[in-house]
């Protein structure tokens, strides 16, 4: 297995690196590929795993935080820093039970995200629908391209 | 000061499947994390398929081979482009050989937020019965 954790847990998509860590999950992936390794993708190695797009007027985050109740989780916005607190508690069984596999992590998790721009956090919309969370960040207003028509 | 012991989770990575017995549909597959574990009366297993809903996931168990696959819609918007990607979605397939009869009439299996529990009860037979010696 190659080494992963390189990737900060708060990336800057501001910085003229912003694409390089792309194009090191790429090669990494390749790399895995050629080796017969597997071909599952390159995360960050931190809990939970974000995918963050956007649209002209929305950012788009999406965590993979299976059986987390939605009031167990703390999401705050400031300007365009994002943050994602929780905790995942796995219930104990009741019964004598004898484990064959435990795979599924339980603990801590806080993670903090910054966005290129800055956000309208009274906008803010957060729902959670099996194990996924969606925020939309609506993009503030003075950040969002203006269209200048040239009077003639 | 006393502080409380907090754990962090330490996350592995989602886990590639590299070959698929039967190739559902294009897109890549995941192993889902599991727990499994028994008393003397069920066998459970519980796991982590993150946007799974109930109507994507196929449980199929034949031969004591029990199957579970679940697919995940993409759920990017059309017009939406990436700023950060640290997972994919696809489907998840798991595989695993169950050692004890299984009562297939009163399997139960529940989804709750990205979870999967299944239980599975085990045949009478299978159970383990106590025997106590007798001494004259």
Request: no cysteine; glycine share 6%.
């Amino acid at each position: 297995m190659l080494v992963r954790r390189v990737w900060p847990s708060r990336p800057t998509f501001d910085s003229p690196f912003g694409d390089f860590g792309e194009v090191r999950r790429e090669m990494l992936r390749l790399l895995d590929t050629v080796a017969g390794d597997t071909f599952g993708d390159v995360g960050a190695g931190v809990f939970p795993p974000l995918n963050i797009t956007q649209d002209d007027d929305n950012f788009y985050l999406r965590a993979e935080v299976p059986g987390i109740k939605p009031n167990e989780l703390s999401i705050s916005a400031v300007r365009n820093r994002v943050s994602l607190a929780g905790k995942r508690e796995i219930q104990r069984e009741h019964e004598r039970v004898s484990y064959h596999r435990k795979e599924r992590a339980e603990g801590s998790f806080n993670r903090t995200v910054t966005l290129p721009t800055e956000v309208d956090t009274e906008r803010v919309d957060a729902r959670y629908a099996d194990g996924i969370l969606t925020l939309t960040l609506p993009k503030a207003e003075e950040t969002k391209p203006r269209q200048i028509t040239v009077r003639t | 000061m006393a502080r409380e012991a907090r754990t962090d989770i330490q996350k592995a990575e989602k886990v590639g499947v590299p070959t698929v017995p039967e190739q559902m549909r294009p897109g890549a597959v995941y192993s889902p994390s599991v727990d499994i574990f028994e008393n003397d009366n069920t066998i459970t297993v519980l796991a982590d398929m993150p946007g799974v809903k109930a109507q994507d996931l196929k449980i199929d168990l034949r031969d004591s081979m029990l199957t579970l696959t679940g697919r995940v819609s993409a759920p990017d918007g059309a017009k939406e482009s990436d700023v950060l990607r640290e997972y994919q979605s696809g489907t998840f397939f798991r595989q695993f050989t169950l050692s004890e009869a299984i009562d297939q009439a009163k399997i139960d299996a529940s989804l709750t937020d990205g979870v999967l529990r299944l239980e599975l009860p085990k045949v009478e037979k299978a159970r383990p019965r106590q025997i106590t010696v007798r001494t004259d």
